[in-house]
């Protein structure tokens, strides 16, 4: 399998769906639909419905037993983007590569398309035709793990947390709570939801979620390692924000050389949890190995 290949096969169909379920607007909705698909539309990795889907396939599912869900994650991923880019955050100017929402939209707009996005990806999700293919029990059971993880039990708790302890000096346990909720939930129900939906054994849902846990924690470590010794052209963003910011990354508490090690660790433990799933798991494996050698 090569997966620059498998990347943009998914990817393709995932940008696809995602304009159905955002056509284009005229009349008086069109500036606020305009906002939500500049943020959605501007070349985001879809690493959150990539993960779905290559978990649905591990559990012996495919893409069409996930699509609503996948892309509900992304346009869940992209508000939260918006909203940490707004002045009253993180004060961003560019993500992705181009300017920030706020930047060409203005920060009531910016706050209201992200607003949307968090909102519309709860109706693309509770769409009778999901509910017909999963059935009432596990359609019933991923909603409940998406809301858990997007909301005030995991992102929105992980960025309060983040936002109050910038520039305080925090133990280890503090910062991966951090972590673990304002990135790793997210990443984590993308691997639930996809092996809920895909049909697998509980049995094979826990050893995915485990999956999941290890890989959101790695790509936040992998994220922090990036923003002192990535490119900014690559990243379509600053580096060294961070650092500048007084934000507690695992290379701040740990310093850099054993932030690698540890990286290198919890990706060896990701990939353990996949040895019962054999050759359907060869993504999610790939993916893994993915998160240690991105550059954006
Ligand atoms: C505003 C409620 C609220 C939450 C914001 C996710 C988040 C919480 C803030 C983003 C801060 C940040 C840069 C975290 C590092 C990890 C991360 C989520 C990076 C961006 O995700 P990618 O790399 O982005 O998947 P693309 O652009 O590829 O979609």
Redesign the pocket.
């Known amino acids: 399998m090569e997966l620059k290949q498998y990347l943009l096969e998914k990817r393709t169909i995932i940008d696809q769906a995602l304009h159905e379920y955002m056509p284009q607007m005229s009349g008086p909705k069109e500036e606020l639909f305009k906002a939500m698909g500049y943020s959605l539309f501007a070349g ?5 419905p990539i993960l779905c889907i290559a978990s649905a396939e591990a559990a012996g599912g495919n893409h069409e037993d996930v699509i609503p869900v996948a892309c509900a994650l992304e346009m869940i ?1 992209t508000y ?2 918006i ?2 880019d707004l002045p009253a ?2 004060d961003d100017d560019m ?2 590569g181009k300017a920030t929402n706020h930047i060409v939209f203005g920060d009531a707009m910016a706050i209201l398309a992200g607003d949307g996005l968090l909102t519309e990806a709860f109706k693309v999700m509770s769409c009778p035709e999901l509910l017909k293919r999963a059935g009432a029990e596990r359609f019933q059971r991923v909603i409940e793990i998406v809301a858990a993880a997007s909301g005030p039990h995991g ?2 708790a ?2 309060a947390l983040d936002i109050r302890t910038e520039g305080k000096k925090i133990d280890t346990g503090l910062m991966e709570i951090i972590h673990e909720h ?2 790793g939930a997210l990443l984590k129900a993308s691997v639930t939801t996809g092996a809920i939906l895909g049909g697998a054994s509980e049995k094979d849902i826990k050893s995915l979620d485990d999956y999941g846990k290890n890989i959101g924690l790695a ?2 470590i992998s ?1 922090d390692i990036l923003d002192i010794e990535g490119d900014s052209e690559k990243m379509g963003k600053p580096a060294g924000s961070d650092i500048e910011r007084g934000k507690n990354t695992y290379p701040a508490i740990h310093g850099m050389e054993k932030s690698k090690i540890i990286l290198r660790e919890i990706i060896d433990n990701a990939i353990e949890t996949l040895e019962a799933f054999k050759e359907r798991a060869e993504p999610l494996r790939q993916i893994a190995e993915y998160i240690i050698e991105r550059r954006k």
């Open positions: 985001g990795k879809r690493l959150r991923h939260s983007l909203h940490d955050m993180d993500r992705r992102m929105v992980g960025q304002k990135t790509f936040q994220d």
